[in-house]
């Protein structure tokens, strides 16, 4: 990263920024200088519910890092609760169909990252811009195509990413009230307790991390949260082995149902969330012409991991797969250990994502507000934005359902609509790379499209407790 003050940002705003920040590539890294200002601190992180989370302690002398670190940082920022879904979205496209859509959407996400370094390598160059993020990107192809100042494309990639991050916070409100729920009722099978109940109870430990504001404070919530993520999926692995019977007969899982495609589609490109980190990635490195070779072996890699992981969760517990794997888990310490660990990590990782919606939010609301102090301003936006995610996670208990929605909605935009779209700005290539981009454009349009009707859809009917998954309008409850 450029720690020049004179370096030339491409969106020189008037109005003056609280501090700035790279989630998800959009901004500048998060930088914490010590007091003799002799090392960094870099916070990179990424909108993916456990530890999409880059952080990096190094002194300013030796700040680059080496293929095997990024690599690491790479893989480990796709490993989240994406990941621990994997198995119930192939339990929705069956074992025929699962894996291949899988590696279609791995090499198209695979392509977009490609595509953006290209345009960074190009814009950078004729703008003299170095170590730019994903929204540097966007606003300079948009200046360098329509002649004007590309503020609207950095608006857009910005508005993306709240939603998103936002919908991520909410997911891990579900998801830890969910294990906890799990793993209460495994021990103690007269506890039926309201899922609600288990959410207002999470709802005052989250509004505490909430204010943890040091970013030193964030990264150790980031190691820790590694540590956890790791051990429970490892455990997870142990389970999935110790309780499958590999001679059964699979023939009829073979298949799956095309009406569940589009909520698939949602929770894959869900879990294909590296874009991401790939600038903040290569920027740090000391030999970034090796990384284009690197993201390809690391996305191989991912896809392998989410082939076998989903293929023998599914195979584990057949259509029974729930939509995080570990709500399976059965009474006894490998389960518990695996529901705990993740659910800690999910826990650690809230701060870390709801700092990225509070640093875009908080020069509008300080604008709108002049009078308040910063601190006050900065108080109840996180007040609010907490509620906010809170009230979500109440009115859509079902995580399959909002995963697949905010997968649709908003991380198929960033994945597979803004890189092509980027790349025909910048290069105006011939019609054979043409083609390519727009039909990657298209899917990812027909994807958002038909991915957030059908889990809005769901959703509506899951609410009304109708079944989820059929025609419309939704078929009338079963009677009891």
Not at 31 to 54: A, C, T, V, W, Y
Not at 99 to 113: E, R
Not at 193 to 207: A, D, H, P, Q, S
Not at 437 to 462: R, S
Request: proline share 5%.
């Amino acid at each position: 990263m450029s720690f020049s003050n004179k370096e030339h940002r491409p969106s020189d705003r008037s109005r003056p920024r609280t501090r700035s920040s790279d989630s998800y590539g959009i901004r500048s890294p998060l930088l914490n200088h010590s007091g003799d200002q002799d090392s960094i601190e870099l916070s990179s992180m990424k909108n993916d519910p456990f530890n999409r989370s880059l952080s990096i302690k190094r002194n300013l002398k030796d700040d680059k890092i080496y293929c095997f670190e990024a690599f690491a940082h790479f893989l480990k920022g796709n490993i989240g609760s994406g990941f621990l879904s994997i198995p119930y979205a192939i339990s929705l496209a069956g074992l025929a169909v699962g894996p291949p859509l899988l590696a279609l959407i791995c090499g198209m996400s695979l392509y977009c990252m490609l595509l953006i370094l290209k345009c960074a390598d190009k814009l950078g160059r004729k703008y003299d811009q170095k170590n730019m993020g994903y929204g540097d990107v966007v606003e300079l192809a948009c200046k360098d195509y329509f002649n004007s100042d590309g503020k609207v494309g950095r608006r857009a990639v910005d508005s993306f990413l709240i939603l998103t991050q936002l919908g991520f916070c909410s997911i891990y409100f579900i998801f830890i009230s969910g294990n906890i729920k799990t793993v209460v009722e495994n021990y103690y099978p007269e506890m039926q307790i309201n899922m609600k109940v288990y959410l207002v109870v999470l709802l005052v430990f989250i509004m505490l991390t909430s204010f943890v504001w040091n970013m030193k404070a964030l990264a150790v919530f980031s190691v820790i949260g590694n540590v956890c993520i790791f051990t429970g999926l490892g455990v997870v692995l142990v389970y999935i082995f110790m309780n499958t019977d590999f001679t059964e007969d699979t023939s009829n899982l073979i298949h799956g149902n095309i009406g569940s495609f589009p909520i698939f589609f949602g929770m894959a490109i869900y879990s294909y969330e590296g874009i991401g980190l790939v600038l903040p990635l290569r920027n740090e490195m000391v030999e970034p012409e090796k990384f284009p070779r690197l993201v390809i072996i690391a996305m191989f890699v991912l896809l392998s991991l989410q082939i076998i992981f989903g293929s023998l969760g599914f195979l584990c517990f057949k259509y029974d797969t729930a939509a995080i794997i570990t709500f399976n888990m059965k009474k006894g310490v490998v389960g518990s250990l695996s529901q705990l660990a993740v659910s800690l990590c999910v826990y650690l990782t809230y701060p870390l994502m709801f700092y990225v919606p509070v640093d875009i939010l908080m020069v509008p609301a300080k604008e709108r507000f002049p009078e308040c102090h910063s601190f006050n301003v900065e108080f109840w936006l996180r007040v609010i934005l907490v509620m906010l995610t809170f009230m979500f996670a109440v009115l859509i208990p079902h995580i399959e359902l909002f995963i697949a929605l905010i997968g649709a909605l908003a991380s198929s935009s960033l994945a597979l609509i803004f890189p092509p779209m980027a790349y025909i700005m910048v290069f105006r290539p011939a019609l054979r790379e043409r083609s390519i981009c727009m039909l990657i454009m298209l899917v990812g349009i027909l994807g958002t499209v038909i991915g957030t009707t059908f889990a809005l859809k769901d959703i509506v009917c899951a609410l009304s407790g109708s079944p989820v998954g059929g025609g419309w309008p939704c078929q009338p409850p079963p009677e009891h």
